[in-house]
Nanobody, 124 residues
Framework: QVQLVESGGGLVQAGGSLRLSCAAS????????MGWFRQAPGKEREFFAA????????YYLDSVKGRFTISRDNAKNTVYLQMNSLKPEDTAVYYC?????????????????WGQGTQVTVSS
């Protein structure tokens, strides 16, 4: 069982930066691949970034590639999302998720545990 708690969301102007954190409970955090998803108003939740168990492999959708960076610190049971050059279209509730596998997936159903989400609002 893994419990996830996101933090770091907020209101930022376009072009600004935010760093999200996702703290996980449990002693086996390092055995989970982690993903970040987001859900904008009126839209479905979408995957956009993931990291494998060690942090040695990451994956991004083109919409965030070059602007967002996912990383993890297994000693702190935490995964991070550094978001730079934010755009109004990045406005959404951001969720972290854990997959019961060392390697990440890109689909919602591939993840087993979810955080409660944190709001990110980018003003123009």
């Amino acid at each position: 069982q893994v419990q996830l708690v996101e933090s770091g969301g907020g209101l930022v102007q376009a072009g600004g930066s935010l760093r999200l954190s996702c703290a996980a409970s449990g002693r086996t955090f390092s055995s989970y691949a982690m993903g970040w998803f987001r859900q904008a108003p009126g839209k479905e939740r979408e995957f956009f970034a993931a990291i494998n168990w060690s942090g040695g492999s990451t994956y991004y959708l083109d919409s965030v590639k070059g602007r967002f960076t996912i990383s993890r610190d297994n000693a702190k049971n935490t995964v991070y999302l550094q978001m730079n050059s934010l755009k109004p279209e990045d406005t959404a509730v951001y969720y972290c998720a854990a997959r019961g596998s060392s390697w990440y997936g890109v689909r919602l159903y591939e993840y087993d545990y979810w955080g409660q989400g944190t709001q990110v609002t980018v003003s123009s």
